[in-house]
């Protein structure tokens, strides 16, 4: 024999009811349109927002993940082009200091 699984609400109420001629909805009552992070299906449903917590932090890492990457891609980008750029100095700062260049600024003072 199977059991039937029942969802009920921790707090004790209805997520939504038809009561006093008017629908009584909990404001955590929540649409997600979207996929699952975790199997790709399509999601466009109504549920609890405390039941849509663990969708949302799976999808929140996966985000900071990607960003992560992003970051760290520009910032060795950003140490290759500085490497580059203090070579440039130093090179150019070799040619200054030349013996030769040093006399021409002494004979043009």
Do not use: Y
């Amino acid at each position: 024999m199977e059991l039937k699984t029942v969802l009920t609400c921790p707090l004790g109420h209805k997520c939504q009811e038809v009561r006093d001629g008017a629908i009584h909805q909990c404001t955590w009552f929540t649409k997600l349109a979207g996929k699952n992070p975790n199997t790709g299906e399509n999601i466009d449903e109504f549920a609890c927002a405390m039941s849509w917590l663990p969708v949302l932090l799976i999808e929140n890492a996966q985000q900071q993940r990607s960003t992560a990457a992003a970051v760290e891609s520009f910032r060795n980008e950003m140490a290759n082009a500085n490497q580059h750029s203090q070579q440039l100095l130093q090179a150019t700062a070799r040619v200054f200091s030349a013996p030769q260049f040093v006399r021409a600024i002494g004979k043009a003072g």
